[in-house]
């Protein structure tokens, strides 16, 4: 079974996931830069010429394809916004256990302050733009996962814990509804 990992930029999906990925010794999959490697171009381009709602399509996509192709046993971390568009809700949940890594504005402002590699902070109002970006989204991150684990203030490893013990009674679960 999968874990699918979600949450706001800066929350730690990659990092996390990675190392999740060895603790556990699944693959470990980036939905972002499976969408850089079908389209030959940089989330940044994608944003550039072709717009947020065509990039936010081709993460429905993806997941769609990462469906398709019966990707299992997989650390999966989605791009932030995935879970605003509804429809991936059912799709991310399919895919695995879905894990909400969750965080306060300050810490995202405090870890993206020089990150030049984020589309939607590229402004003088990131502060702004996060917080707004954040009250947006967490009802759909919340209604999206099965397990929710609080990353502000904690070291990796805590968090790794937190995710393996809370999503293992979830991935039971999945998996026994799977064959009922």
Not at 60 to 73: Q, Y
Not at 144 to 169: H, L, N, Q, Y
Request: hydrophobic residues 35%.
């Amino acid at each position: 079974m999968n874990i699918v990992l979600i949450g706001f930029m800066g929350s730690g999906k990659s990092t996390l996931g990675i190392k999740l990925s060895y603790r556990m010794k699944q693959p470990y999959l980036d939905t972002d830069k499976y969408i850089e490697r079908k389209t030959g171009r940089t989330i940044t381009e994608i944003f550039e010429t072709d717009g947020e709602s065509a990039f936010r399509q081709m993460e429905t996509d993806a997941l769609s394809a990462l469906l398709e192709e019966g990707i299992k046993d997989h650390v999966i971390a989605t791009g932030g916004g995935m879970p605003v568009k509804l429809e991936n809700h059912e799709l991310l949940k399919r895919l695995g256990v879905v894990v909400w890594l969750r965080i306060r504005p300050e810490t995202v402002i405090e870890r993206l302050s020089s990150d030049k590699n984020r589309p939607l902070l590229q402004r003088e109002d990131r502060e702004t733009v996060i917080r707004q970006l954040m009250d947006e989204r967490n009802e759909a991150y919340a209604k999206c996962a099965d397990v929710i684990v609080d990353v502000d203030d904690k070291k990796v490893e805590r968090i790794m814990d937190e995710v393996f013990t809370k999503s293992a009674g979830v991935r039971k679960r999945k998996k026994r509804m799977r064959y009922e």
